[in-house]
């Protein structure tokens, strides 16, 4: 279990300036969603909290163990992406497990963490498929279960269900939300629907030109928006 901060972070694409002094915590336990339109700077801020890319300036704290520098592997993350980037030559179960080989993880361990991961998400099912032969929600479910596998503090998630058709995108919704409930991880999730935001977050973080305009409850955030493009995007009542 683990808190996030971020503290005073700058991020520029050379002249660009995508994260502009922005500042974050995120306590133990926290659902916390990203929300805002494409363009506003939630995947690079995501990025540079997994360590996918350098800070301008600021710093990042896992805990209290300032991370700004860390590998990526160093850090006790785990990322789901929108697209699944699964290794299409293995199967299910061969997917689950690379990362968990490559650390040398005792051949027990490892087939007990897939045990659960594959209950939590049923794909027990689909163990011994290869990706080529999973619909879509099924890849994103062993998506996340590779994260899931690393018994990892905090899960980082960028537009996971956004190629999915709406049946399943609910669904989904409705399992990640579950496994948040029965995890209690620190979870970071990356969004631009608003239905998405409300029905999954303990607390939103609507962000536009990389700064952060409001961060509390959906609660709030609908029913008194900080100012009118929080209330237009979020669709509050006039
Ligand atoms: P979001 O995830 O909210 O859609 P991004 O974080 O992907 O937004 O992008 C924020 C801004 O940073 C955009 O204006 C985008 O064009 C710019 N940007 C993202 N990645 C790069 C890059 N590698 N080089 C230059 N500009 C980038
Ligand atoms: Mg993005």
Redesign the pocket.
């Known amino acids: 279990m683990a808190t996030v901060s971020v503290k005073d972070l700058v991020l520029n ?2 002249a ?1 300036k ?1 994260l502009r002094d922005l500042n974050l915590n995120i306590p133990t336990g926290e659902f916390l969603v ?1 929300l ?12 540079c909290i997994a360590g996918l890319l350098d800070v301008t300036d600021g710093q990042i704290f896992i805990d209290d163990k300032n991370v700004t520098w860390s590998e990526p592997k160093d850090r006790g993350i785990g990322m789901v992406f929108q697209s699944y980037a699964l290794y299409p030559q293995m199967t299910v179960k061969g997917n689950l497990s690379f990362g968990l080989k490559n650390a040398k993880l005792p051949k027990a361990e490892i087939e007990k963490r897939i045990e659960r991961a594959a209950s939590v998400l049923q794909i027990e099912p689909l163990l011994d498929r290869k990706p080529s032969a999973l619909s879509g929600g099924q890849r994103q479910r062993v998506a996340i279960g590779r994260a899931l596998v690393r018994d990892v503090d905090v899960f980082l998630f ?2 996971p269900l956004s190629n999915l058709d709406a049946k399943l995108r609910a669904d989904l919704r409705v399992e990640i939300k579950r496994l948040h409930q029965r995890l209690k991880n620190t979870m970071i999730y ?1 969004t ?1 629907d608003q239905v998405e935001a409300m029905t999954l977050a303990d607390r939103i973080a609507v ?1 536009s030109q ?1 700064i952060i305009l409001q961060l509390d409850t959906p609660n709030v955030i609908y029913n008194r928006p900080a100012n009118k493009y929080v209330a237009g995007f979020i669709g509050s009542p006039e």
Do not use: P, R, Y
Request: net charge negative; proline share 0%; hydrophobic share 40%.
């Open positions: 694409f050379g660009v995508v990203l805002g339109a494409s363009g506003s700077g939630k995947s690079t801020l995501l990025n960028d537009e990356v631009h962000m990389g």
